[in-house]
């Protein structure tokens, strides 16, 4: 079984200003992670992926995240914030497709994210 | 379809009542799920439907909840005799194949209110 922790509920930030949103998990097999934002009364948006490879991956809207196996981590970054990021985002994981099972994701309780003027 | 579409996308009903929730996935995605998001509980999965496989429903929170697969597309989420703790964001996903997460689409919801 996987389970997500996201460590903040609440981040509010100045415009302009870096973000960073932390996200560990748990889970006896590897995993894949992911990053979702969802905007007000929206379903939710892929922002970033890891599956494998290159730790650093770089999603969309200037956001990039950084596994880190031995920490357990997959923290949300970006260098400087708009007032149109302002939603909340989930970190999840799934399995890796091995031929069998659902593969559903674990979310995180999600981080408000809150860009202040 | 373009995207996957839920609907109503807004459902008021009366406590003891029951509802039916529609998920129309992308045309072509075998993998479909089904997750509700609450307050305090965050998303959850509730149960997943691969091609003629039989679903997995280990994620359903109990027997007033039932969900049907219709010719391998559209699927329905049944919730019978609601109760005010069913009130949520019922969401769906489609993704091409099973394990292809990193491929899932979300709908928009269909945020239910039970009174």
């Known amino acids: 079984a996987q389970s997500v922790t996201q460590l903040d509920s609440q981040v509010p930030v100045f415009e302009e200003a870096p973000v960073e949103l932390r996200c560990n998990y748990s889970?006896?097999?590897?995993?894949?992670l992911f990053w979702y934002v969802q905007y007000p009364n929206q379903g939710l948006q892929l922002l970033l992926k890891y599956l494998s490879g290159s730790t650093l991956v770089k999603g969309i809207n200037g956001f990039e995240a950084e596994f880190n196996k031995s920490q357990t981590s997959f923290h949300l970054r970006k260098p400087s914030v708009h007032i149109s990021d302002t939603a909340e985002y989930f970190c999840?994981?799934?399995?890796?497709?091995?031929?069998?099972?659902?593969?559903?994701?674990?979310f995180g309780k999600g981080t408000k994210l809150s860009v202040i003027p | 379809g373009a995207g996957v579409s839920q609907s109503p996308s807004n459902k008021v009903t009366e406590k003891g009542k029951d509802v039916e929730l529609r998920c129309d996935p992308i045309?072509?995605?075998?993998?479909l799920y089904w997750y509700r998001q609450s307050l305090g509980q965050g998303l959850e999965f509730l149960i997943y439907f691969q091609g003629n496989s039989a679903p997995d429903k280990s994620g359903l929170p109990s027997d007033r909840f039932s969900a049907e697969r219709t010719g391998g597309s559209v699927s329905t989420l049944t919730i019978q005799r609601t109760q005010q703790e069913d009130s949520a964001v019922y969401l769906c996903?489609?993704?091409?194949?099973?394990?292809?997460?990193?491929?899932?689409?979300f709908g928009s919801g269909t945020r239910l209110t039970v009174v």
């Open positions: 045309s072509g995605h075998t993998a």
């Open positions: 999840a994981v799934s399995p890796p497709y091995s031929g069998a099972g659902s593969y559903q994701l674990t």
């Open positions: 996903a489609s993704s091409p194949r099973v394990g292809q997460g990193a491929f899932t689409t």
């Open positions: 889970s006896s097999v590897s995993v894949y």
